[in-house]
Every structure is written in C-alpha cells, then in structure tokens.
C-alpha cells in the first residue's frame, strides 16, 4: 500500500522502551501479532481491519501532555491481552505528531483517518481530549458523506461559557454549515450535571439522548443506536470512577462491563469506521485501572468486529426471517437474522434501519415504536 507511506510525515513511531514491541510479548499476546510503526517501518496497511492511532492532544481540554502519554499506557495493557480474534487483523499506526497549534493537530489527524478509512480501515484513536471527535468528523466533511453520530459522555459538550473547546466542540459538529449530521446520539448523560434546557434543545432538534440509568436497564437497546452511526466517540467522562479512576468528574456511570458491551456493539456495526476513546489522562490513573479498562474496550471492539464480518447483507434474504405486521394502520416489515439475531424495521420508505426485538414487540401489539416514530420525524 505505497500510497500511505507518506503517513509517516504526520506520525511518530511508537516507543515504548528499547526493546523490539514483538520481542516483549508472549506467543498468542497481542503484542505478538500486531504490527507496529517502530522507527522508521511503517506497518503494511493492507491487509489490516483495525488501525490504532495515538493522539495526546490535550490543549482542547486546557492541558500539555507530561510523563508517559495516554496512547502508551493505553499500550502496555493492550499488548499484554491474548488475541482471540485471529481473523481480525491490527496494527498500530504510532502518534500523531503534535501541530504548532490545536487546529494543526485537527489537520493532521483527520489526513490520517481520511488516508485510512479511504481504504476500507477502522481508525481508533486513543487519548488526547474529547474535541478530537471533530477531526473524526472533518473526516466525513472533506468526503461530503451524511452520518449519524454517536458520542459517549456524562456530560453533553455545548458549554458556550467554557474557555475549552472539549466543552463546547458539539456546537461545532451540530451547527456548522454546511452540515453532515442527518443525526446524533448522546449515550450516558448523567442529568445533575446537564441543564434541562439543554436535553430541550437536542429534542427540538430531533436528536436522542439517553440518560445513563435508563442505558443501564437494558443496555441491548444501544445496539440499534449505534449500529445505524458511522462515528463512534467515547469519552471515558462516562465510566464511573471506580472502574475508570482517572475519571475524576463523577462516582457515577457505567461499570466496566457496559462499556464493554458498548465498544463491542462498535464493532458489530458494519458503518462504524471511525472511533475515538478520549479523555484519559494517565498521571490521575491508579494502578493502571482506566487503561487496563481501555485495554479490555478495544478487545471488546475486536470481538464485535470479529461476530460482525459473519453477517449477511439485507439483500440476502434466506439468511433473514421475514416478519410482516401493522400498526396503527401501517404496514411494515421487520427482519431478524439468522446469524446474529439482530433486527431491522422497514420504514414507509421501504428502506430499512436497525431495530431491537423490543420494537417488534410493540409493533406487534399495535404500538407504534418509538424509534420508528423518531425516524418519521426526522424525515
């Protein structure tokens, strides 16, 4: 893939000690299989179906990097972990070299993920603040692609009154003409910390935001949600402390194993081709709790990754059952597959997005789903 060499003019190598990255790591560790940008041999991209790539900006968020960055602490447990999923392929791009100003970085890291995702790849960026979400969507910007969107975060980032554009970076995203959000999700608010007229708003715009206790009930709803976006942002704002300590905002949030189920519904998205995991800043860490947290994420997104590649498009009819009803005298279909069993709903322009069981459920007892009644709405 000679055409990506020239990446290696906006990344740095990845350097975690003087010992060759394979040389440290058992047979069957991540650190064994996957190829890494060390010194000057940039990984052969080809073949590969996820690309890591470390970004440890942090002047969004009013801060300068010191000590050892997020990306590598991120590393040292990912690398550790067993592999698998011997059928999804990973290599790590190294670090995005840190620009004279913010904006530069944006720029560099978003000719990154274009060059990457242009050729068919998954990009996750690790570290850095939760404004980088928009060099993810500039991405989609310069492609004129429409999305929908997804950011995980106790916190809604449109603080107009904050100095930091990782508290307002949204206003950006949502607002800016022209715009390429036909919509956006916000999984995990926590509501004492945002404004009612704030969630006011997003409804107007005919966005969804799900507060994060009513995630936790039934967490398999988030799947649809996130299944239908092509962005995937997480701030780890939204892990409580105790499972993620350098997250000093709240007590409260999601434990360890919903953020997995979150990252791994990620992966089963076959339109999810950018994420970023931000936030994490390694001297609040303790015992290395928040990146062995992340470590477990992004083996959660593999896994996902790896159970999604088994299914089949909606045009291959035998590997779906066919269910047809009606509600308030609406017709549809509804199509569950026979390889992952997940749903989709046809909507009255005969064109299909995902759905849980749940819908069906209601639909089949004359309700109208609220998920389909907000994609009505949108359109």
Same mark, same amino acid.
């Given at each position: 893939?000679?055409?990506?060499? !020239?990446?290696?003019?906006?990344? &740095?190598?990845?350097?975690?000690?003087?010992?060759?990255?394979? &040389?440290?790591?058992?047979?069957?560790?991540?650190?064994?299989?996957?190829?890494?940008?060390?010194?000057?041999?940039?990984?052969?991209?080809?073949?590969?179906?996820?690309?890591?790539?470390?970004?440890?900006?942090?002047?969004?968020?009013?801060?300068?990097?010191?000590?050892?960055?997020?990306?590598?602490?991120?590393?040292?447990?990912?690398?550790?972990?067993?592999?698998?999923? %011997?059928?999804?392929?990973?290599?790590?791009?190294?670090?995005?070299?840190?620009?004279?100003?913010?904006?530069?970085?944006?720029?560099?890291?978003?000719?990154?993920?274009?060059?990457?995702?242009?050729?068919?790849?998954?990009?996750?960026?690790?570290?850095?603040?939760?404004?980088?979400?928009?060099?993810?969507?500039?991405?989609?910007?310069?492609?004129?692609?429409?999305?929908?969107?997804?950011?995980? &975060?106790?916190?809604?980032?449109?603080?107009?009154?904050?100095?930091?554009?990782?508290?307002?970076?949204?206003?950006?995203?949502?607002?800016?003409?022209?715009?390429?959000?036909? !919509?956006?999700?916000?999984?995990?608010?926590?509501?004492?910390?945002?404004?009612? !007229?704030?969630?006011?708003?997003?409804?107007?715009?005919?966005?969804?935001?799900?507060?994060?206790?009513?995630?936790?009930?039934?967490?398999?709803?988030?799947?649809?949600?996130?299944?239908?976006?092509?962005?995937?942002?997480?701030?780890?704002?939204?892990?409580?402390?105790?499972?993620?300590?350098?997250?000093?905002?709240?007590?409260?949030?999601?434990?360890?194993?919903?953020?997995?189920?979150?990252?791994?519904?990620?992966?089963?998205?076959?339109?999810?081709?950018?994420?970023?995991?931000?936030?994490?800043?390694?001297?609040? &860490?303790?015992?290395?709790?928040?990146?062995?947290?992340?470590?477990?994420?992004?083996?959660?997104?593999?896994?996902?990754?790896?159970?999604?590649?088994?299914?089949?498009?909606?045009?291959?009819?035998?590997?779906?059952?066919?269910? !047809?009803?009606?509600?308030?005298?609406?017709?549809?279909?509804?199509?569950?597959?026979?390889?992952?069993?997940?749903?989709?709903?046809?909507?009255?322009?005969? %064109?299909?997005?995902?759905?849980?069981?749940?819908?069906?459920?209601?639909?089949?007892?004359?309700?109208?789903?609220?998920?389909?009644?907000?994609?009505?709405?949108?359109?």
């Amino acid at each position: 893939m000679s055409d990506l060499l !020239h990446l290696g003019d906006f990344l &740095d190598p990845v350097r975690l000690n003087k010992k060759s990255i394979q &040389d440290q790591y058992r047979p069957g560790q991540l650190g064994k299989s996957i190829e890494v940008h060390e010194e000057d041999a940039m990984p052969d991209f080809f073949d590969k179906d996820i690309i890591l790539v470390g970004c440890n900006e942090m002047r969004g968020n009013g801060l300068y990097s010191s000590g050892m960055t997020a990306a590598n602490a991120i590393r040292e447990q990912l690398y550790k972990l067993y592999n698998w999923h %011997k059928d999804i392929r990973l290599a790590d791009a190294g670090d995005i070299k840190a620009g004279a100003g913010l904006n530069d970085t944006y720029a560099a890291l978003k000719t990154v993920i274009k060059e990457l995702t242009d050729v068919g790849k998954t990009v996750v960026v690790l570290g850095g603040s939760h404004d980088l979400t928009l060099a993810q969507y500039q991405n989609y910007v310069d492609k004129k692609q429409i999305i929908e969107a997804v950011c995980i &975060d106790a916190l809604i980032d449109l603080d107009l009154d904050s100095l930091n554009r990782s508290d307002n970076f949204l206003m950006e995203m949502l607002t800016s003409e022209p715009n390429f959000v036909r !919509h956006y999700n916000h999984i995990g608010f926590q509501s004492f910390y945002v404004h009612p !007229h704030m969630l006011e708003t997003m409804d107007k715009l005919r966005f969804d935001c799900y507060r994060v206790g009513s995630v936790k009930e039934n967490i398999e709803e988030m799947e649809p949600v996130i299944r239908n976006s092509s962005l995937f942002s997480f701030d780890i704002s939204a892990i409580a402390n105790t499972y993620a300590p350098a997250n000093d905002l709240s007590p409260n949030g999601f434990n360890g194993e919903e953020a997995c189920a979150l990252m791994r519904f990620a992966g089963l998205s076959p339109n999810i081709n950018t994420i970023g995991i931000y936030g994490y800043l390694p001297e609040k &860490d303790v015992n290395d709790l928040t990146a062995k947290q992340i470590s477990h994420m992004l083996w959660y997104l593999a896994d996902g990754k790896s159970r999604g590649q088994r299914e089949a498009g909606l045009e291959e009819r035998d590997s779906f059952i066919e269910y !047809h009803t009606a509600f308030a005298e609406v017709e549809t279909v509804f199509l569950k597959s026979r390889k992952t069993n997940r749903w989709w709903m046809q909507l009255p322009d005969k %064109k299909y997005i995902a759905c849980s069981y749940r819908d069906y459920l209601l639909a089949s007892s004359n309700e109208i789903p609220e998920r389909w009644l907000r994609a009505q709405e949108r359109v």
